[in-house]
């Protein structure tokens, strides 16, 4: 039963980095277009795959304090991600969902970049040491039942994106 007490942490984590994830996602195509490219595959502006992500970095990290050790290792971890991510989808739907091919520094034929690793590193890093420390202060303030109500909402809104999709 402490697991139901975190579920509000969870969902918050998920849609806040979903979010991030889009928005950087929908920035850097739409400069790289020149016009406005909406990544999103839902009809919010959440990218899943970046909420899931943001369930497993707490796992990894929750005893880590060294900010050095968090960028480098979830870099590396989210590099390792998208790769695998690049080649399933490829294998699945015939199709390429990115490509880093005009970006320097990229590598296995554009599918992965140092800088998009970076940026990743940056990102899980604000995660791990702002948006998740956030997210557990603001689910200790609330009132259980707002934060249960309101995580519940945001669960039943995704889920119906995922079925509407």
């Known amino acids: ?70 960028f480098f290792g979830s870099a590396a971890g989210a590099t390792l991600f998208e790769l695998a991510g690049a080649y399933i989808t490829e294998a699945i739907w015939h199709k390429r969902l990115w490509h880093y091919g005009d970006w320097k520094f990229n590598f296995f034929d554009g599918r992965i970049s140092l800088f998009s690793s970076l940026i990743f590193g940056g990102l899980c890093l604000l ?9 557990l202060y603001l689910n200790g303030k609330a009132p259980k039942t707002f934060a249960i109500s309101t995580a519940t909402l945001a669960a039943v809104l995704i889920v119906l994106c995922f079925v509407l999709r």
Do not use: Q
């Not at 919010?44 to 880590?64: K, M, Q, W």
């Not at 995660?127 to 997210?135: G, L, R, T």
């Open 1 to 70: 039963m402490r697991f139901l007490k975190h579920v509000p942490v969870l969902i918050f984590d998920f849609i806040v980095c979903g979010f991030i994830g889009w928005a950087y996602e929908t920035i850097i195509t739409s400069i790289a277009m020149g016009r406005f490219t909406d990544r999103g595959v839902l009809p919010i502006p959440v990218l899943p795959i970046y909420g899931l992500f943001a369930l497993i970095l707490p796992l990894i990290f929750r005893r880590e304090h060294n900010a050095f050790l968090v």
């Open 127 to 135: 995660f791990v040491k702002a948006i998740h420390p956030f997210s």
